[in-house]
């Protein structure tokens, strides 16, 4: 059953280095979005993604955040400068026509 | 704003007995409710979903209901298994399709 990857399972980074993150959507879909969840917290949308551009983001996704598609099947989010209140697990999620989104394991980031 | 509710951060059940998980969803315009099951350190699982044109939806152990009018739906696992144990998130897609999480609720089943 095809389904979502993501990577690195953990990154640490020091405060204020670029992290991307890594993510490879189910091939046939074409949604995507990036999630996050703060320890303890609830799961928490960043932005969404459709046909080459974004569709939606968040508060939290300020000009630190970015995504790109730079080729058929990588989506990535990149943080140009970490800040300690970025540490989290981020999600990868896609979806194709219908309302269901399936996720990826996560990446853990840790900023020190 | 808290438009999707669990409001039992936990739960205890029995191995072979029914689990029975509530949502609560403030906003009148979700038309369709996803479950998700979440192990520790991986992502969220795509369980049931319910479209509010119905009032149930079954597949296997899981059942989901919906009740418009209260605008509640609740999850039910029968018989609950160990390998049931894990954190239950409702969510809904807004009118912009991002999903609105619960804050999950932790289940237990224990032999």
């Known amino acids: 059953e095809p389904e979502v990857t993501q990577t690195p399972s953990h990154q640490v980074t020091q405060m204020g280095q670029e992290v991307i993150l890594r993510c490879v959507p189910i091939?046939?879909?074409?949604?995507f979005y990036w999630y996050r969840q703060i320890l303890g917290q609830k799961v928490e949308f960043l932005v969404s993604?459709?046909?080459?551009?974004?569709?939606?983001k968040s508060e939290i996704f300020d000009d630190q955040f970015s995504v790109e598609r730079p080729d058929g099947s990588n989506f990535t989010l990149k943080i140009r400068s970490t800040k300690l209140e970025d540490s989290a697990m981020y999600f990868c999620?896609?979806?194709?026509?219908?309302?269901?989104?399936?996720f990826g394991p996560g990446t853990r980031l840790t900023v020190l | 704003d808290q438009q999707v509710k669990q409001n039992s951060p936990s739960l205890s059940v029995q191995e072979g007995r029914i689990s029975i998980l509530n949502c609560d969803y403030t906003?009148?315009?979700?038309?369709?409710f996803l479950w998700y099951k979440k192990y520790p350190a991986e992502g969220p699982t795509f369980l049931i979903s319910?479209?509010?044109?119905?009032d149930k939806n079954e597949d296997g152990r899981f059942t989901v209901f919906l009740n418009k009018s209260a605008k509640h739906l609740s999850l039910h696992i029968v018989p609950s298994q160990p390998g049931d144990s894990a954190v239950y998130f409702c969510?809904?897609?807004?009118?912009?399709?991002?999903?609105?999480f619960g804050t999950g609720t932790r289940l237990q089943v224990f032999p």
């Open positions: 999620a896609s979806r194709r026509e219908s309302d269901t989104q399936y």
């Open positions: 091939s046939n879909h074409l949604y």
């Open positions: 993604f459709y046909n080459n551009e974004i569709s939606e």
């Open positions: 906003n009148s315009m979700f038309d369709y």
């Open positions: 319910i479209s509010s044109i119905k």
């Open positions: 969510a809904a897609p807004d009118n912009t399709d991002k999903l609105i």
